[in-house]
């Protein structure tokens, strides 16, 4: 069974910065495109960036570009999300999910980060 473990989300001030951290088990790690994505109170689950598995192209919602960088360590299983000069409406919960599991609607607990003005 798959089991994903999001950590590193916070509270912080606007302009500042976290480094998410997802663990994935249950799972061929190494073979899946990876994505963060958040949850603002209300919304849906919105993708903020993705990682493929080899050498293909990263990418970002428009609203992160810039300012999060995704990046993967496969020994670990682990995906992680720097985010940079955070605002306040990146305030959400986040989750790490692979695109079969976000379909399915199949999430972990995620990790809440919540930017102060």
């Known amino acids: 069974q798959v089991k994903l473990v999001e950590s590193g989300g916070g509270l912080v001030q606007s302009g500042g910065s976290l480094r998410l951290s997802c663990k994935a088990s249950?799972?061929?790690?190494?073979?899946?495109?990876w994505g963060w994505y958040r949850q603002a109170p209300g919304g849906q689950h919105e993708r903020v960036a993705s990682?493929?598995?080899?050498?293909?192209?990263?990418q970002y919602a428009d609203s992160v570009k810039g300012r999060f960088t995704i990046s993967r360590d496969n020994a670990k299983y682990t995906v992680y999300l720097q985010m940079n000069d955070l605002r306040q409406e990146d305030t959400a919960v986040y989750y790490c999910?692979?695109?079969?599991?976000?379909?399915?609607?199949?999430w972990g607990q995620g990790t809440q980060v919540t930017v102060l003005s």
């Open positions: 999910n692979i695109p079969f599991g976000a379909t399915n609607n199949n």
């Open positions: 990682i493929p598995p080899g050498s293909g192209r990263i």
């Open positions: 249950g799972i061929i790690f190494s073979i899946h495109d």
